[in-house]
């Protein structure tokens, strides 16, 4: 016979593998996997966290593909990856972020400036809370293609104004963005060839 220690061991490990005692089967709730994204990239400028969580989580609920950012040195870093790529993009960046010279909170319109060197520059959407006619000049003579004013009324109430971001956010899903895609610029176009003449067709 085997020793006492040796059978309670084996017992155990029989126990271990035994069917179970009700029929019941338990299923674990996976969670749903994201569909892909179906939209073009989107970068997403903003240096409110709340935005950037709020508007980026409906714009991928839509199927854009967001890459998020806080600051107007991540953001150009994340334009030069873009660029590189030569693919189509989107920029949506608010203006009120800090300029390159420290002296205004402008930055938004420093970030156009920057994609529209870019090979393929991006169709830009800039978020602002308020917009004067001057700066819209500027904007439109930076490369920005749309504007969108952006919630800030109820800020003092937190569940209201993510409300209303949400709200914001699928306005720029459903309308704002197919229209700046619209707007996508390509590469300048190769030179006609010259004719006999010498001109181009």
Do not use: N
């Amino acid at each position: 016979d085997l020793p006492m220690c040796l059978r309670d061991a084996a017992a155990a490990i029989e126990a271990s593998f035994a069917a179970p005692e009700t029929d019941e089967v338990v299923l674990e709730e996976l969670p749903p996997e994201e569909p892909p994204p179906t939209g073009p990239p989107v970068l997403l400028v903003d240096d409110e966290p709340e935005i950037r969580r709020v508007v980026g989580e409906r714009l991928v609920a839509a199927g854009f593909d967001v890459r998020a950012c806080g600051t107007p040195d991540s953001a150009r870093r994340e334009l030069e990856r873009l660029g590189a790529a030569r693919g189509r993009f989107l920029l949506v960046t608010d203006l009120g972020l800090p300029s390159d010279s420290g002296a205004s909170f402008r930055g938004g319109l420093d970030l156009a400036r920057h994609a529209s060197g870019l090979p393929v520059p991006p169709p830009v959407l800039l978020m602002a809370e308020a917009l004067d006619e001057k700066l819209r000049a500027r904007a439109k003579r930076l490369g920005v293609s749309l504007l969108a004013f952006k919630p800030g009324l109820s800020k003092l109430d937190p569940l209201q104004y993510e409300a209303d971001l949400r709200a914001f956010g699928d306005k720029l899903a459903r309308d704002w963005l197919p229209r700046l895609e619209g707007r996508r610029r390509g590469p300048a176009p190769p030179p006609a060839p010259p004719t006999a003449s010498g001109e181009p067709t």
